[in-house]
Nanobody, 115 residues
Framework: QVQLQESGPGLVKPSQTLSLTCTVS??????????WSWIRQSPGKGLEWMGV???????YYSPSLKSRTSISRDTPTNQFSLQLTSVTPEDTAVYYC???????WGQGTQVTVSS
């Protein structure tokens, strides 16, 4: 059974880069035809899909976040990562990693953007 676990700083200063890692166990991130996604939920708002890195390494991003978002992977460690640049307090959210299309999620990690 695949499991996902997010990790990274819980506090980021405005204008800095938010970096999170998702460690996957019980399944390979290169297995066809899964996609490995980042999703967030801000206080009082719904879920927001940020982007995905597919099993073959191709990436797709939300148009609204594309200019600030990068998703990469490290196949030897079976991890994939999120970088979000130039953060503002509006980027404060619980960040989740997930496997698509079956929808296996990590537990989420709270990131607060504040000086």
């Amino acid at each position: 059974q695949v499991q996902l676990q997010e990790s990274g700083p819980g506090l980021v200063k405005p204008s800095q880069t938010l970096s999170l890692t998702c460690t996957v166990s019980g399944g390979s991130i290169t297995t066809s035809y899964y996609g490995w996604s980042w999703i967030r939920q801000s206080p009082g708002k719904g879920l927001e899909w940020m982007g995905v890195i597919a099993y073959d390494g191709s990436t797709y991003y939300s148009p609204s976040l594309k200019s600030r978002t990068s998703i990469s992977r490290d196949t030897p460690t079976n991890q994939f990562s999120l970088q979000l640049t130039s953060v503002t307090p509006e980027d404060t959210a619980v960040y989740y990693c997930a496997r698509l299309p079956d929808g296996t999620w990590g537990q989420g990690t709270q990131v607060t953007v504040s000086s």
